[in-house]
T-cell receptor
Framework: GEDVEQSLFLSVREGDSSVINCTYTDSSSTYLYWYKQEPGAGLQLLTY?????DMKQDQRLTVLLNKKDKHLSLRIADTQTGDSAIYFC???????????FGTGTRLKVLA | GAVVSQHPSRVICKSGTSVKIECRSLDFQATTMFWYRQFPKKSLMLMATSNEGSKATYEQGVEKDKFLINHASLTLSTLTVTSAHPEDSSFYIC???????????FGSGTRLTVV
């Protein structure tokens, strides 16, 4: 079945880069997404990548996709304390509206 | 654009009562909305797909008689937790497909506490 996995925690110092990793199992995914969830809030779409792309950069965010290994990563450059949140990767299931979410990675940025 | 409003943000109810949660697309029409449940420190689990003008499609293991979904208009879907029990306490989030056709806009979530 479909499964998306992430490490649960990541701690970085302010100004450093953060790299959040995600592995997925459904090779037919068309889009893969990164969402940010701040405490007590809903999910905010950060960025997405189409499955035929290897990389996408959007300001401080860089998404890398290794389709062969089914590995997705999100790199946040110059991490700030406001980046502290839970980050979810998600894959869309081809032919459906469904998303499969990862378990979420809690990013803590130390001042 | 593509704002989804969810109400209420927090609700506390007594066991045995019912609670209704609203999900509205404010500046776009959403023929399909989704309801998720998030357990503490866990990922989001899709509960059901809400289709305007027709019955909702529930995921396996989700009790349709317990979690009533109504999608009466193109901008409103409601989730009613009936005869709530403490184990129904959770964070419920709705989402709708945005205008661009990719990605979904999420509501801000509803924290339900059943006492």
């Amino acid at each position: 079945g479909e499964d998306v996995e992430q490490s649960l925690f990541l701690s970085v110092r302010e100004g450093d880069s953060s790299v959040i990793n995600c592995t997925y199992t459904d090779s037919s995914s068309t889009y893969l997404y990164w969402y940010k969830q701040e405490p007590g809030a809903g999910l905010q779409l950060l960025t997405y990548i189409f499955s035929n792309m290897d990389m996408k950069q959007d300001q401080r965010l860089t998404v890398l996709l290794n389709k062969k290994d089914k590995h997705l990563s999100l790199r946040i450059a110059d991490t700030q304390t406001g980046d502290s949140a839970i980050y979810f990767c998600a894959e869309s299931i081809k032919g459906t509206y469904k998303y499969i979410f990862g378990t979420g990675t809690r990013l803590k940025v130390l001042a | 654009g593509a704002v989804v409003s969810q109400h209420p943000s927090r609700v506390i109810c007594k066991s045995g009562t019912s609670v209704k949660i609203e999900c509205r697309s404010l500046d776009f029409q959403a023929t399909t909305m989704f309801w998720y449940r998030q357990f503490p420190k866990k990922s989001l689990m899709l509960m059901a797909t809400s289709n305007e003008g027709s019955k909702a499609t529930y995921e396996q293991g989700v009790e349709k008689d317990k979690f009533l979904i109504n999608h009466a208009s193109l901008t409103l879907s409601t989730l009613t937790v009936t005869s709530a029990h403490p184990e129904d306490s959770s964070f419920y989030i709705c989402s709708a497909q945005n205008r661009q056709g990719y990605g979904y806009t999420f509501g801000s979530g509803t924290r339900l506490t059943v006492v």
